[in-house]
């Protein structure tokens, strides 16, 4: 199995496993105990959040999450004030969420290219006198990079706190100092499933949105230290690599494109996106049966997270395409443990089985 997934979920590094092992397999103490294994397993949490936290902005505190989805509806629940406001190609647990926390929520929308305007949602927070605005750093189905650090100002000018959803782009490139909140997942860094992290600018209150112990400080619940030293070993290995995976992956960019070749359209900026996600469509594709004849190779027709809906991405179609286009799209991933052997391989088996619909029909 050639595996070209990496928007849905990345390889385990093996850094990430060792750093787990002890506490999965010895290290059973609860870190929330003040007896001497309870404080071994207590200081094994804080040094992994001190790894998160050296790829986030200063003047903030990380508190460990079961996931990004949890941390994003605390971030968007939590603010107090009323007043929401998104855009049409969020992550649907910023979208769902908005919408739960206010039903007239303003979706606002993006471009051809995916990118945002932030005078238009500057605008959007002011008319709706907004307590929050959210914007994704990295596109999950598309790539694009948004304009954040301009993003967040429009929306403080306007009053309104700034939340990031930075998972797809948090270990691969800097997250702007302007954001107020920002959500972040082990699992899309070569760390463990099941964790996460929510970072608040001193100064932000939120309102608990799981009550009982209090653990975290605004978030209750029992931590792993298994899961929060693997995160912590991700992040770590992420911060030393992030230049030499950066080369690698606008090498395998290089190697994707020229394999596909000029049968197939980039859906959404060309430039303004992270090089690791290749989301291209050809006219008349049908994805199933191409899924059908490469099943040994993982890819996607969509975001993983909205697969099996049956229905369009949301997040194509808020760049103007329409459901044949959307249909006809497919999203390629990779990252660190891809090779450019593997991947010009794949994607050279993927265009002629594409190319093949064309004939057959």
Same mark, same amino acid.
């Given at each position: 199995m050639t595996y070209l997934d990496y928007q849905a979920t990345t390889p385990l590094a093996p850094e990430a496993l060792e750093a787990m092992l002890p506490w999965l397999r010895d290290g059973h103490a609860n870190p929330h105990s003040a007896h001497k294994a309870g404080r071994a397993a207590k200081a094994a949490v804080e040094v992994a959040r001190e790894a998160v936290a050296a790829l986030l902005p200063k003047g903030g505190r990380v508190v460990f999450t079961s996931g990004a989805t949890e941390a994003l509806n605390w971030a968007i629940k939590g603010v107090a004030a009323p007043g929401r406001v998104t855009l049409a190609s969020e992550h649907a647990a910023v979208i769902d969420t908005m919408r739960y926390a206010d039903r007239n929520a303003a979706i606002v929308g993006v471009g051809s290219d995916g990118l945002a305007d932030p005078a238009a949602v500057g605008d959007a927070a002011a008319g709706r006198g907004a307590a929050l605005v959210a914007a994704m750093l990295v596109n999950n189905e598309i790539g694009v990079i948004q304009p954040i650090g301009a993003l967040a100002r429009a929306a403080q000018q306007a009053g309104a706190l700034f939340l990031c959803d930075a998972v797809q782009g948090y270990g691969r490139m800097a997250i702007?100092? !302007?954001?107020?909140? *920002?959500? *972040?997942?082990?699992?899309?860094?070569? $760390?463990?499933?099941?964790? +996460?992290?929510?970072?608040? =600018?001193? +100064?932000? %209150?939120?309102?608990? @949105?799981?009550? +009982?112990?209090?653990? !975290?400080?605004? =978030?209750?619940? %029992?931590?792993?230290?298994?899961?929060?030293? +693997?995160? $912590?070993?991700?992040? =770590?290995?992420? $911060? !030393?690599?992030? !230049?030499?995976?950066?080369?690698?992956?606008?090498?395998? #960019?290089? *190697?994707?494109? =020229?394999? @596909? $070749?000029?049968? #197939?359209?980039i859906n959404g900026s060309a430039t303004a996106r992270y090089r690791g996600n290749l989301n291209v469509r050809m006219p008349g594709l049908d994805v199933a049966r191409l899924m059908s004849e490469c099943r040994d190779i993982a890819f996607s027709a969509g975001s993983a997270c909205a697969s099996g809906s049956g229905r369009p991405s949301h997040v194509l179609r808020a760049i103007g395409l329409d459901d044949t286009g959307a249909r006809s799209s497919v999203r390629i991933g990779f990252g660190r443990y891809t090779t450019e052997e593997e991947l010009d391989e794949a994607l050279t088996r993927i265009g002629a089985a594409a190319r093949g619909q064309r004939v057959a029909a």
């Open positions: 702007p100092e !302007e954001c107020d909140l *920002v959500a *972040v997942s082990a699992h899309k860094i070569h $760390g463990p499933k099941g964790v +996460g992290a929510l970072w608040i =600018r001193d +100064g932000v %209150t939120l309102a608990p @949105l799981v009550h +009982g112990g209090d653990q !975290e400080g605004g =978030r209750s619940g %029992t931590l792993s230290p298994a899961l929060c030293a +693997g995160f $912590g070993a991700a992040a =770590r290995l992420a $911060g !030393e690599r992030m !230049e030499s995976d950066a080369a690698h992956v606008a090498r395998l #960019w290089d *190697v994707a494109v =020229r394999a @596909l $070749g000029a049968d #197939w359209i």
